[in-house]
């Protein structure tokens, strides 16, 4: 063991996930000095070093916002081939290319250190305050233990692994449906007779894998071979086509992260969670978890490999771990450099999301109530909007519908994330910026993706900054003034409220969110601002690789939309509010000419404007 030091920071972050890195990011950017902790030598969680590359949810404009609104528009320009590439989501990457936008981010920022490859080996706390952490470092020369003061101390990690060591409250697992009358949950008499809660204390993880398509389509002499147990059903819903292309990426690429009878994993899972996790027990035994879903996913792709008759192939993708240490950002393995982690510890936090928090107050494009606070202040700090989706083993678990027709797809309502839900409510300086929010096990299923989480991390280090400006407790900042610095921030404007009209791009932006804020009263349920006119017409910016469109487009009826070009018909969906609005005064074939790219994989049209003035 080498040298032992001490360091005092205002904000510490624990955890490479995607909140994480975005906690650093703005703590840092807000200028507070920040110090940035991640288990491996990688940053992104799920957006890279997860390699869960085809992100879900907040993929209409309005809901674009925040460093997740950035990120996207960075990858838009750093992929040749542009991100219309799979039918799972509106965006596909390589996960390389992000983790090289949040290096680059972090590089630009001098208040903020970043130490990889980090073990936490204790959280030290007196009364309610965490005051220091004890860090193994590893690097070249050896090892060194690190304890590191903060004022400020952030989860960032998937599984909530500072708040299990901290001593603050979380939950973990299954809550009852009498607990919170949530419509989804189980019975508390079901949770404790039925075993299959105890078999599956969490939703199944997975250890995502890429595989590399040889050529754009499948060999013709392709025959549809029934996968062999234990994926027996793999392909039956969707066929080995659909099956492959489901996570397309640039260059070919796919990312295989397949829930039905694919590599999800159900197995002991509780030996992710064993605390003290230092342990030789439960270190051996975490490490059996790991090695187990490792070889499943390798299985899997090897499985669709056959089937494919070669046309599937390993990717050669990502580093090893010691490359990846070096600093390398690509490598020869197929297999991401970490686990994706649906769900994990569960802050006690200030307060609770659950799933009717979630759901839409009316039909159509509704929005969830509101979160206001015993003052009635309306504490929103980030939108998510996707519709909840819950893995395990065996049949899919029912949920209550929150999904509604929008811009020729199917989206889900948006919601908004209470700013007491990032607060701890036993440990006055800890906040949670990952999936380890205080939020209930159902409405976990839709508040842990990547979008969502992103923006939950800037939130999270906005608040630790502005605590450190003003000398405050996490409890006692005002959410007006968190909300009001995430709405102006000047690099990475952050929408706490959901107003279905109003896209990041559009110039009234910034007055309508704060509008909403002054008066939360005026959304009605349906995020429009009532007794105020709509936006100013206002058509989405140019966009790289798009094209002309010119043909007869044809409403369904029931809220779908297709144009015929060619001789070929074409789904059409739009992500734009405008086009939106014109698409719904639609109601019988005419013939039009639109921009937007096309995505062979959904397959489908993304159009973005008419070519037509004022639209």
Not at 138 to 143: I, Y
Not at 197 to 213: A, D, E
Not at 584 to 606: H, I, K, T
Request: glycine share 10%; charged share 15%.
């Amino acid at each position: 063991m080498g040298e032992r030091s001490e360091l005092s920071v205002d904000v510490v972050v624990w955890g490479g996930g995607s909140g994480g890195v975005a906690a650093a990011l703005q703590a840092g950017r807000a200028g507070a000095s920040t110090l940035l902790l991640t288990p491996g030598a990688w940053l992104g969680g799920m957006v890279s070093a997860a390699g869960v590359c085809a992100p879900d949810g907040n993929e209409l404009t309005p809901w674009q916002t925040g460093l997740w609104g950035a990120l996207l528009r960075a990858l838009e320009q750093e992929e040749p081939e542009g991100l219309d590439q799979n039918w799972v989501s509106c965006f596909g990457y390589r996960p390389a290319t992000a983790e090289r936008i949040l290096r680059r981010w972090l590089a630009a920022e001098p208040t903020i250190q970043w130490w990889p490859d980090c073990t936490l080996l204790e959280v030290v706390s007196h009364q309610d305050r965490i005051t220091a952490l004890q860090v193994g470092r590893h690097h070249d020369a050896g090892a060194a233990d690190v304890l590191v003061h903060p004022r400020i101390v952030i989860d960032g990690s998937d599984r909530g692994d500072l708040i299990g060591c901290s001593g603050a409250g979380f939950r973990l697992g299954w809550e009852s449906q009498e607990q919170w009358q949530e419509p989804s949950a189980p019975s508390q008499q079901r949770l404790e007779q039925d075993p299959f809660f105890k078999r599956q204390p969490v939703q199944s993880p997975t250890w995502v894998v890429l595989g590399q398509l040889t050529a754009a389509a499948p060999p013709p002499d392709l025959v549809a071979t029934a996968p062999p147990p234990p994926f027996e059903g793999a392909t039956e819903a969707f066929g080995l086509e659909k099956t492959l292309t489901y996570g397309r990426l640039p260059g070919g690429l796919v990312m295989l992260n397949w829930p039905l009878h694919g590599n999800d994993w159900h197995h002991g899972l509780e030996r992710a969670f064993a605390v003290p996790a230092t342990g030789s027990q439960q270190q051996a035994a975490a490490a059996e978890l790991l090695a187990a879903m490792q070889e499943h996913s390798l299985q899997f792709a090897a499985m669709l490999g056959n089937l494919s008759g070669g046309w599937l192939q390993p990717g050669r993708i990502f580093p090893t771990a010691n490359e990846a240490r070096h600093g390398a950002l690509e490598g020869e393995q197929a297999l991401a450099l970490m686990p994706y982690w649906r769900e994990g510890r569960r802050l006690q936090g200030q307060s609770v999301v659950l799933e009717q928090h979630l759901l839409p107050q009316g039909p159509g494009a509704s929005i969830a109530p509101l979160p206001f606070d015993a003052a009635g202040r309306c504490t929103a700090i980030a939108v998510g909007n996707y519709a909840n989706d819950h893995h395990y083993p065996g049949a899919d678990w029912p949920l209550a519908p929150k999904s509604c027709r929008w811009g020729g797809r199917w989206s889900g309502t948006p919601f908004a994330i209470p700013y007491g839900a990032l607060v701890s409510r036993d440990r006055s300086n800890l906040l949670a910026a990952d999936k380890c929010l205080s939020v209930s096990h159902m409405a976990n299923g839709a508040t842990r993706l990547q979008p969502l989480v992103l923006n939950i991390g800037q939130a999270a280090g906005l608040a630790a900054a502005l605590c450190c400006q003003g000398d405050l407790l996490p409890a006692d900042l005002a959410p007006r003034l968190l909300q009001e610095a995430l709405i102006r921030d000047p690099q990475a404007p952050a929408a706490p409220l959901p107003l279905w009209d109003t896209p990041w791009h559009h110039p009234q932006w910034r007055q309508r969110q704060l509008q909403a804020l002054a008066d939360p009263s005026r959304l009605a349920g349906h995020g429009l601002l009532s007794g105020d006119a709509e936006p100013a017409p206002w058509q989405a910016p140019p966009q790289r690789r798009e094209r002309l469109w010119q043909g007869e487009l044809q409403p369904d009826g029931s809220g779908g939309y297709g144009l015929l070009v060619a001789g070929r018909l074409w789904p059409v969906i739009t992500l734009e509010p405008a086009l939106h609005r014109w698409l719904l005064a639609q109601e019988r074939s005419r013939n039009v000419a639109m921009l937007g790219c096309a995505n062979p994989w959904g397959p489908w049209l993304r159009l973005s404007r008419l070519v037509e003035p004022g639209v």
